[in-house]
């Protein structure tokens, strides 16, 4: 049974398990499945918008298919995100991607 195969049948059990849903959007990614990935990581970003490594890892595969602003306005979404719940580290790394990217 494949990675997939396993995290799909966990989310049977669990259907709205963020942490699932992320494993399984990072292996949809592996597999070059950007649609199903991206479609999961917004759908735990609308869910749960503190689960904050999502809005990074969509940014990446907004970035990574050509969509610049699309990325910038993720990694916006996120350093808001953390800045209203006071968590500093993941605003700061936010801001990093995004001041990297805006700047290239």
């Given at each position: 049974?494949?990675?997939i195969?396993k995290?799909?049948d966990?989310?049977?059990?669990?259907?709205?398990?963020?942490?699932?849903?992320h494993?399984?959007?990072?292996?949809y990614?592996?597999?070059?499945?950007?649609r199903?990935?991206?479609?999961?990581?917004?759908?735990?970003?609308?869910?749960?918008?503190t689960?904050f490594?999502s809005?990074?890892q969509?940014?990446?595969?907004?970035?990574h298919s050509?969509?610049?602003?699309?990325?910038?306005?993720?990694?916006?979404?996120?350093?808001?995100?953390?800045n209203a719940?006071?968590?500093s580290?993941?605003?700061h790394?936010?801001?990093?991607?995004?001041?990297?990217?805006?700047?290239?």
């Amino acid at each position: 049974m494949s990675r997939i195969e396993k995290l799909l049948d966990y989310l049977k059990d669990s259907p709205h398990d963020s942490f699932l849903q992320h494993a399984l959007a990072l292996e949809y990614v592996k597999e070059g499945q950007q649609r199903e990935a991206r479609k999961l990581f917004e759908e735990i970003l609308e869910r749960d918008p503190t689960y904050f490594g999502s809005y990074y890892q969509l940014a990446q595969l907004l970035e990574h298919s050509g969509e610049t602003n699309a990325a910038l306005r993720c990694y916006q979404r996120g350093m808001d995100a953390a800045n209203a719940a006071n968590n500093s580290k993941t605003y700061h790394e936010l801001k990093a991607a995004w001041e990297e990217l805006s700047n290239e």
